[in-house]
């Protein structure tokens, strides 16, 4: 135990941290690489599909949608699998080798086709890595008293590897110049683009993170019956309402969304508020900033208190946090709103992995948890897409309004459905029952 946390659970948040670093790289780069010129779009650009004409932005929007994608569309199965194997430790490894070859081909690849090939390959990857690597940190959970610390910790580390990895990006590929110019950096004699750079450190996150796997983790004792019941319910079992996890997936899902939904207005935003980029990106990186400073004391008092207070909290915060946003006129009002929002997402996300947790049983920790990953991606990769189509039908407001619309869903959802798992009559420090 290092600062009370599991060591195996820090290495998993260490090796988590590497690999999200190489992908927020990549959410960076791959546009401008794109956009250079570098990718032929030749014979794609300015094709009409259906009356509706492909432009640049479009693509570049499908190439990073599509990683989104097959990765939250794969987790259930590849959760399933690690299931039914117990083998989460040969996942983890095979999708950061995935992760690891598509980020090393892009610097040789000039066919746009070839990159969303690369994509989705990475994709895949992510679909191996991410369930098996959560089932682990909650396989390694001694009893219910640790799960929220640990899940607190885990997420901490992987969102400092997402937060910071995109102003690390900026600074490889400009050489940290003012200038937007793309940098030649000359190692041994020759001469490297800062693109090239750029994929290099996300090669080697990936590998910083298989090494310290293969090094350090081992699979815990693989119980037989924890691969029999595999399904993910909707309904409880009394068939009286709907199920915790579902419910919970559902209301990671609305989250996550409204995360997402700042990305694509920077150019509205920037004029509404009359900011530089610069305050912008730390608008942006409010909400990780808020998830980094509160996610482990959050999980941490989750095992005290109880998980269902915490998620509800979130949710009750969430809304008017997100609404706020497409209304301030300043841009100190919206790094507050943004903060705030993280706040809440930092109480919603460990204690909603906790609780899932404590309820997967028999199901299997892969198959349960893969529901509440599954859908964290989903509404990441949906919600840039959604806020643009909201904005163009409606205001600045718009994409705002319906986000906290969605969080109040996810309010009534989980304070009508979903049940505390842990019993709070117990002392702190004693373990809880183990199915």
């Known amino acids: 135990m290092v600062f009370g946390t599991d060591t195996r659970v820090l290495t998993l948040a260490f090796a988590r941290m590497a690999d999200a670093l190489g992908n927020s790289f990549l959410i960076i780069v791959l546009p401008l690489y794109i956009a250079s010129g570098q990718v032929s779009l030749a014979g794609i650009a ?24 097959l990765n939250s569309f794969g987790q259930p199965f590849t959760g399933r699998l690690s ?24 610097p040789f690849l000039s ?15 992510a679909a191996f890595t991410i369930p098996a690597t959560v089932a682990l940190v909650n396989d390694y959970a001694a009893s219910d008293a640790e ?12 969102l400092i590897g997402f937060g910071f990895g995109p102003i690390i990006a900026g600074v490889v590929i400009t050489g940290g110049l003012a200038a937007n110019d793309v940098v030649t950096y000359r190692i041994a004699g020759t001469a490297i683009s800062g693109f090239t750079a750029a ?18 983790i081992q699979d815990p004792p693989f119980e037989a019956e924890a691969g029999k019941d595999l399904s993910i319910a909707i309904l409880d079992r009394d068939g009286e309402g709907l199920d915790s996890v579902f419910v919970l997936g559902v209301g990671t899902f609305m989250m996550a969304s409204t995360i997402a939904l700042f990305a694509t207005l920077e150019g509205p935003v920037r004029m509404r508020l009359n900011e530089s980029t610069l305050f912008f990106s730390v608008q942006f990186a409010a909400v990780v900033i808020a998830n980094v400073v509160f996610q482990v004391p959050i999980g941490r008092a989750s095992d005290r208190l109880g998980r269902r207070p915490f998620i509800v909290a979130g949710f009750v915060i969430l809304v008017p946090s997100v609404f706020a946003q497409g209304i301030v006129t300043g841009p100190w009002l919206m790094l507050l709103a943004r903060f705030v929002q993280g706040i809440a997402v930092a109480l919603v996300f460990a204690p909603s992995l906790a609780l899932a947790g404590d309820l997967a049983g028999a199901r299997g920790s892969g198959t349960t948890l893969s529901v509440l990953t599954m859908a964290f991606g989903l509404g990441v990769a949906i919600g840039p897409l959604a806020s643009g189509l909201l904005y163009n039908f409606g205001s600045f407001s718009t994409p705002f309004t319906a986000g906290a619309a969605l969080a109040f869903v996810g309010l009534v959802l989980t304070y009508t459905q979903v049940e505390e798992t842990l019993d709070l009559g117990q002392e702190s420090d004693q373990p809880a029952p183990q199915d």
């Open 111 to 125: 066919s746009y086709w070839a990159v969303l090939a690369a994509r989705a390959f990475q994709g895949l990857g």
């Open 199 to 216: 994929f290099a450190i996300a090669v080697l996150g990936a590998v910083v993170s298989l090494a310290l796997v293969w090094a350090l």
């Open 83 to 106: 299931d039914r194997t117990g083998k989460r430790r040969v996942f983890v490894l095979t999708g950061l080798v995935l992760f690891a070859i598509g980020s090393a081909a892009y």
């Open 147 to 158: 799960r929220g610390g640990n899940f607190g910790v885990f997420n901490t580390f992987r």
């Open 46 to 69: 300015g094709q009409q599909i259906l009356g509706f004409t492909l432009q640049t932005e479009t693509l570049i929007g499908l190439v990073l949608s599509l990683f989104g994608l």
